[in-house]
């Protein structure tokens, strides 16, 4: 049963990262970490509270819901996941005051001849414009590009590691 | 309409009308690579389009891919995957030398595979319009090498807006010295797949 292979495939899941599933949000603090894996056009949203030592992260996946969205309270969509890292912060204890935001995501995975705005532009623009009604700084990002990306966010000193394949890694 | 939705004799023309798919994109790389190709008898499944990410192994597994919209009477869209290795022996059947490189092939060597792929993506096409009596056309195909979740979630985002099934097929072309691993995603508009259902008696 406890074949080499089995037990380092144990020691891999770290328990103190958490991994934050696409169109998914979550809180933690540290000793925590919060990661989401994979952001192509979607956006990750990363909040901290440095008093505190805790923070939230959202994997986005579209600006927001349509009319016809039968779940339109998602937090697939940045208009609903933004304001729902703020609410879920501040009922752990968190002033809004004192948060601030690091983003990264929001590339162009195919280049396209298209001429619509690209998904991961419009992303980028409404997690913006979120956090911006919110009162909350943008203090960080790393978006657009063509280049899937990978985030963790470190929450005993804020720093958001920011991994990918064509530039390997980048603090912010 | 949604995969969990289709009845077992629709499930059945669906992957048969891919697998026939498969075939003829088989025979089209045999012709381009000028020696027979077997093709392995390809595994299809309809999946609803959300686990389209989660199908290929874990989402930051570098995958290339290769995605063509599609216009015509036929709509959505339809995405060739294969890994790191699978695209270097794709390249190797071409007579390209492939170098590994981490950052993936070359300009000139995604070229290639584009035009490939494109080729495949066409006969596939030609075999579903021969079969429906309905029009598909790719209307660009675009390139990319990277993470398979980043990859495969944005043509779900692409595509997802309105289709929610996806016909995914695996399989492998095979020669005397390898066997070139694919995967591929069907992916029809709603109204496209009614219309190739309806086409087929199974509306």
């Known amino acids: ?172 | 309409m949604r995969a969990e939705g289709l009845t077992a004799m629709q499930l059945d023309a669906l992957r048969e009308i891919s697998a026939i798919g498969a075939g003829h994109a088989a025979t089209a790389l045999s012709e381009l690579v000028e020696r027979t190709l077997r093709i392995e008898v390809p595994t299809i499944e309809v999946i609803p389009i959300e686990r389209m990410p989660y199908v290929l192994g874990g989402p930051e597994d570098v995958v290339g891919a290769v995605y063509a919209r599609l216009t015509g009477e036929i709509e959505g869209g339809l995405l060739y995957v294969a890994t790191p290795d699978a695209v270097c022996k794709i390249l190797e059947l071409l007579g390209e030398e492939c170098t590994h490189d981490p950052d993936g092939p070359d300009e000139h060597l995604a070229g290639v595979v584009v035009d490939v792929m494109g080729h495949l993506i066409r006969s596939f096409l030609a075999a579903v319009s021969a079969m429906t009596g309905l029009e598909a056309r790719a209307a660009e195909t675009s390139w990319a090498y990277d993470m398979a979740g980043a990859l495969l979630e944005a043509v779900v985002l692409e595509v997802g807006a309105r289709a929610d099934s996806a016909v995914f097929v695996r399989t492998a072309f095979i020669d005397a010295n390898r066997a070139v691993e694919v995967a591929m995603f069907f992916v029809p508009d709603p109204e496209s797949l009614g219309a190739i259902l309806t086409r087929v008696g199974l509306a």
């Open chain 1, 1 to 172: 049963m406890n074949s080499p292979a089995h037990m380092k495939a144990r020691l891999e899941v770290d328990p103190l990262v958490v991994e934050v599933a696409v169109g998914g949000v979550c809180v933690a603090s540290h000793p925590q970490s919060l990661t989401t894996l994979a952001l192509g056009s979607c956006v990750g949203v990363a909040l901290w509270d440095e008093g505190r030592g805790c923070g939230a992260m959202a994997h986005v996946m579209l600006p927001c819901a349509s009319q016809t969205t039968p779940d339109r309270e998602s937090a697939r969509f940045a208009s609903w996941a933004v304001p729902e890292l703020v609410r879920m912060l501040v009922e752990s204890g968190s002033d809004p005051r004192s948060l601030c935001a690091k983003i990264a995501g929001g590339a162009a995975m195919f280049r396209s001849n298209s001429t619509t705005t690209p998904v991961g532009q419009r992303n980028v623009a409404e997690v913006r414009h979120q956090l911006e009604v919110a009162g909350i700084p943008l203090c960080a990002e790393d978006t657009g590009g063509g280049h899937a990306r990978t985030i963790e966010l470190h929450l005993d000193s804020g720093v958001l590691s920011v991994r990918s394949y064509r530039l390997g890694l980048r603090h912010l």
